[in-house]
């Protein structure tokens, strides 16, 4: 029983993904002016690993892309394609973007 013991730890299976990213839903305003931007925004954040699906609203300037990735990472790969984009809730974004850059202007 001993050598069945030792060879069967030679055998085991360990998983080494334990660093996966969550599902994550992200929204990313970006303009758009015609169907050949909407087409290179959606291949370009297609193309990235993880992405489980892309819908674009050309209306509302919104991407929203749902997958196993990075929220910075979407937003740079739209970002290659020469657009300006930023993230959905701009406002929000913005607002904490500017508190930060005051608090660092005081701390000077």
């Avoid at 892309?54 to 910075?72: A, H, L």
Wanted: proline share 3%; with cysteine.
């Amino acid at each position: 029983m001993g050598a069945l013991h030792y060879l069967s730890n030679f055998c085991t299976v360990t998983s080494t993904r334990t660093n996966r990213k969550p599902m994550q839903t992200v929204e990313i305003k970006v303009k758009m002016d015609c169907d050949g931007c909407e087409r290179k925004v959606k291949n370009a954040v297609n193309s990235m690993k993880g992405v489980k699906t892309v819908e674009v609203n050309r209306k509302q300037n919104r991407v929203t892309v749902s997958g196993y990735i990075d929220p910075n990472k979407v937003l740079k790969s739209v970002k290659s394609t020469g657009k300006m984009a930023i993230f959905w809730p701009f406002g929000k974004k913005i607002h904490l973007l500017v508190l930060n850059m005051k608090i660092k202007l005081n701390k000077r």
